[in-house]
């Protein structure tokens, strides 16, 4: 370590070892520039002189937290025909602002999955400039479906001809649309395979993607060094992404036993967003959500959370992934608690949240739990979340590499 090196040393009363599924006693964490170079109990830990220290005391350490399903550009308050009347320039206004509240709820890596005209990449580059805050950032700009689909827009009559930046139909039109969002600066590919709920005109169970066009974009996509992402709530779509190769699935709200048994052979990751069902059909109407979008969620909502229990039970990959953005931005953490509701242990939401979605990234060199040689994106909530999820709402301190984001003073 040279001699200009800036060493931080966090003491608390726990710290969650997210690889070992344990709960570490008295912990102790170096931090040296961006980097964590030790963890564990104070008796493991020599703290070494000239470090800076934050004794946090009644407090639980844990990685920084991992969104996976997040829309950065749109505000919870836009859904309808409201969202016609967002600019590209609002909605990346509404990014800046979106992404620094996700940051301040404890969420310092998120997977950006749609956004129009690229707002995602330029919100992430700014973000990587330390021009604005907000979490690291893993985007896919505008989202990839077929004409009429979930990923096109529908609001608008014929003469308008009004269409979704990321519409693409057969093969090689979708391997073009795939090359040009790695072009202007895509990091993950997503796509829609089966209607949805809060698109106009579609149907949650229907395919909308074939098998064909859907092998087509995911070899384009594992060509690239991408990873794919797709939206799929009804039971073919998911069972033709899944055989496609897609690396992890949305929503997956109408499952069967053999959808679990392919995820399981193939090592697919779920990503089910078993909170923002409870702001559709609470808030959403003032929010401007369509009459047929609410009947839609009706319909799906229960059927996904029971579902959610199937797959833990059968012990499916499960990435933390909200939909923020549905939702109002930094209430991400509410879904921890219904998590644990609906079949998960504490650890395994908080594991969810962080080394599985760092596994899905292909980041857990560098990410997704406090290990020596990882970026020390940390933060701490106050009490032990293992005995009360809702703890989780508060995120009392957030470092994110190496630089405290937030303290307990704020
Ligand atoms: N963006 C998703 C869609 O429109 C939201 C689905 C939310 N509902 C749920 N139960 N997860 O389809």
């Known amino acids: 370590s040279s001699a200009l090196a800036k060493t931080t040393v966090l003491t ?32 493991e830990v020599v703290i070494p002189p000239n470090a800076e220290l934050i004794a946090l005391g009644d407090h639980t350490l844990m990685p920084g937290l991992m969104d996976m399903h997040v829309h950065l550009t749109s505000n919870a308050t836009d859904h309808g025909y409201r969202s016609l009347a967002v600019s590209l320039p609002r909605a990346t206004i509404n990014g800046v602002k979106n992404a ?70 057969g093969p090689w039109e979708i391997r073009k649309m795939v090359r040009r969002n790695i072009k202007y600066g895509a990091t ?14 579609t149907k949650v169970g229907a395919q909308q993607y074939s098998l064909e066009e859907m092998k087509a974009l995911v070899e384009e996509a594992h ?22 190769g897609v690396d992890s699935v949305e ?10 048994k392919m995820a399981l052979d193939k090592g697919t990751y779920f990503s089910m967003d078993v909170y923002v069902t409870e702001y559709i059909l609470n808030e959403g109407e003032k929010a401007g959500i369509l009459e047929e979008s609410l009947a839609k969620e009706r319909l799906v909502g229960s059927q996904q ?16 992934g909200s939909d923020a953005g549905v939702y109002p931005h930094g209430d991400n953490p509410k879904q921890f608690a219904r998590m644990v509701k609906f079949g ?27 290990k020596p040689g990882k970026l020390a994106d940390i933060v701490a909530v106050k009490g032990n979340p293992m005995e009360d999820m809702s703890l989780m709402e ?8 190496g630089r405290i984001i937030k303290s307990l003073a704020m």
Request: aromatic share 4%; with cysteine; hydrophobic share 45%.
């Open 305 to 320: 959370r029971e579902n959610f229990r199937k797959a833990v039970d059968a012990g499916i990959k499960l990435v933390f």
């Open 12 to 43: 608390a009363d726990r710290l969650v070892d997210v690889e070992g599924g344990n709960l570490v006693k008295n912990a102790v964490v170096i931090v040296e520039d961006d980097k964590i170079i030790a963890a564990g109990t104070a008796k």
């Open 251 to 260: 929503h997956v709200s109408l499952l069967d036993d053999e959808a679990i």
């Open 394 to 401: 508060n995120v009392g301190m957030v470092m994110k590499k």
């Open 100 to 169: 620094q509240l996700t940051l301040m709820a404890g969420f310092t890596t998120v997977r950006n999955v749609g956004a129009p005209g690229f707002a995602d990449v330029a919100l992430r580059d700014a973000i990587n400039n330390n021009d604005i805050a907000g979490p690291r950032m893993f985007v896919s700009g505008p989202a990839l479906g077929v004409t009429g689909g979930h990923c096109d827009n529908n609001l608008l009559p014929y003469e308008f001809h009004d269409t979704g930046e990321g519409v693409a139909d």
């Open 223 to 244: 060509l690239r060094g991408l990873t794919v992402a797709t939206h799929a709530h009804g039971t073919s779509g998911i069972k033709d992404a899944i055989r496609a």
């Open 188 to 201: 993950v590919i997503k796509f829609c395979a089966t209607g949805g709920v809060l698109s106009k005109g």
């Open 344 to 370: 998960m242990t504490p650890m395994q939401a908080i594991q969810a949240a962080t080394i599985n979605s760092a596994t899905l990234l292909k980041q857990q060199d560098s990410l997704g739990s406090v």
